[in-house]
């Protein structure tokens, strides 16, 4: 990241939130100078606003097929390109869609397998109950209705019968607006990682997890 990029992420966190948040964002930057930092969240339960839940009573739930993300991808801002729908044709991925009428709400992209992509050469082994999460939107005109939790929900319903339980996720830590996201969904940190390129394509990696979300009873 370059000198206008962390001038502009400390103005954009003073704007948004204030002094504090400015002085932690600097503080990380300068603690983690030449590594990438992620911190690691699970949802065991989320919590979605009554008012969305309400206001949602009449929306489908359900996972794209190729054909539907390829009508979605004819549109820019739902951020849908090829590769996604490949993904679905493949199985490596699935996109689970929130829809009011012919609507699109919002969705919510899992990876099928249990293999977390983190960073180039960097992946994390999942507990077999859990799924990765990477990827989500919400239409702008249905934003600030507390639908992502919802969408949650939803997809926890979808594939409980394949044995999932929670979510997984993981946010930079310089990414204020989605720490904050996250946490308001139900995500709760369960772990870090640091990484630190080196010379000749090698990778340092530290990480501090939290035992019971990877140990076995948890999973039990």
Known sequence: ?????????????????????MLRVGWQG?????SSRAILFALYEPRPMPAAVTAAKDHQFRFATPEDLEALGKVPAYEIAPIDVERVQKGTARCMLQLDGDRLVGYAWIWTSRLAYIDSGVHLNLPDDTIYNYKGYTNPEYRG?????????????????????????????????SLRGVKKSGYVPVGEIVIRCRKGGKVRVRMNVD????SFKART
Not at 1 to 21: F, K, S, W
Not at 30 to 34: I, K, T
Not at 146 to 164: C, D, F, I, S
Request: cysteine-free; overall charge positive; charged content about 25%.
């Open 1 to 21: 990241m370059g000198y206008r990029d962390n001038i502009l992420q400390l103005r954009e966190a003073y704007q948004a939130h204030g002094l504090m948040e």
């Open 30 to 34: 300068l603690r983690y100078y030449g």
């Open 145 to 177: 209705g507390g639908y992502q939790a919802l969408r949650h929900v939803n997809l926890l319903k979808l594939t409980k019968a394949e044995g999932v339980r929670r979510l997984f996720g993981f946010v930079d830590h310089f990414n204020t607006k």
């Open 211 to 214: 035992e019971h979300f990877w």
